[in-house]
C-alpha cells in the first residue's frame, strides 16, 4: 500500500489519464457529516471504460491488462485503495461503462485511527496537473463550503508550458496559496 | 504575500519567459523525465520531481525541459530518472533520491560527468568513447 493518501489519489488519477480519456476530473472534497470529519474523493473520466467482467477483474490485485508491461501479473492500485478503505470502515464505488468512461469515488473518516498520513494535498493536484497527455483535467477542492477549482487548460494558457522546473514552482504556490486560503 | 493571483500567476510566469529563450526539446535542451508510475511513487519518484524542482531554481540553470512520466520499465530501480542533453548519452539513472538528484544535477548537467553508481542504462563503453 502507498504509505501517502495522495499517492494513492495520483496512481488513480494517473489511472484516469492512461486511459486514453479527453477530461479527468478530480473532486477532493472535506465534508462534515454530523459528528464525522469525511473526505469524500471522486476521480471520473471519459476514457475507455471497463465492461463488467474487466471492472471486477481490476479490483483483483493479481490483474494486469497488460497495457503498461507485457506479462506482468499484478495491479495493486485499485486493490491498494480498495484495502485502505476497508481498513479505515470508508466507503468505496466504481462504475464503468465501455466506451463512455469510469468514475470511482472513495470516502473516508479523518477521524479513524487507521486514516493513512495523507501528504501535500497542494503537491497532489500539482503533481496530478502534470500527467503527460493530451487531456484535461479539472479538480474541484472544497472543505466546508469554501473552495477552489483548477483546469489544466486554463493553467497551461497562462503560463504557456507546465514543463520545466520554474513553471513546476510557480504552480506549486499557485495551488499552495489556495489551498492556505480554504 | 497575498495570495496568487491566475492573472498574478500569468505576468509573473510572462517575466521570465522573456529571459528563456522557449523551445520545443531539441538537441539544444536538457530534458529530464522522472518516472512516476505506481512503482516510481511508491519509492518516492514525487520527491524526486520536487527536488529537481528545488535544485534547479537553486543553480539557477535554464532551459531544462522537467517531466514526471509513467513506469519506465525497471521498477525494481525506482525512482528512475532519464536525462537527455547535448554532448552527452542519454542515460537512466536508478534509485535517484532527492539526494542523488542534487548529485546529478552537480555532475551530470553542469559538469557532464556521469553519477557512475547510480547508472543504470547506458550506450555500450564504445559509443560512449
Known sequence: MHFRLSDTVLDVVQN????????????????????????????????????????????????????????????????????????????????????????????????????????????????????????DMAIHRFRGEEGYSLLKSELISAMGSLEDAEAIRLLTRYIGDQEAGI | MGKLTLEEL?????????????????????????????CGIAAGARDTLQAFVEEIEKTGLKDIVLKPTGCMGSCYAEPTVEISMPEMPTILYCKVTPEVVRKIVDSHIVHKQLVNEHVLDKPAADILH
Do not use: W
Open chain 1, 16 to 135: 484516469a489519464v492512461e486511459a486514453g480519456s479527453g477530461l479527468v476530473v478530480l473532486d477532493y472534497i472535506d465534508h462534515l457529516d454530523g459528528d464525522k470529519n469525511l473526505l469524500r474523493v471522486c476521480v471520473a473520466d471519459d476514457g475507455k471504460g471497463m465492461d463488467e467482467e474487466t471492472l471486477k477483474r481490476a479490483q483483483d490485485p493479481f490483474y494486469s491488462d497488460g497495457t503498461k508491461h507485457s506479462g506482468r501479473k499484478v495491479g495493486l492500485g485499485l486493490p491498494f485503495l480498495r484495502q485502505l478503505c476497508d481498513q479505515c470502515g470508508g466507503r468505496f464505488e466504481i462504475e464503468s461503462r465501455p466506451g463512455e468512461g469510469t468514475s470511482l469515488f472513495f470516502e473516508l473518516d479523518r477521524d479513524n485511527v487507521d486514516f493513512p498520513p495523507e501528504g501535500d494535498v497542494a503537491a497532489l493536484f500539482t503533481d496530478c496537473l502534470l500527467l503527460s497527455g493530451t487531456h
Open chain 2, 10 to 38: 500569468r505576468k509573473l510566469r510572462e517575466s521570465t519567459r522573456r529571459e528563456i529563450e522557449k523551445r520545443e526539446t531539441t538537441d539544444k535542451s536538457v530534458q529530464v523525465l522522472v518516472g512516476m508510475g505506481t
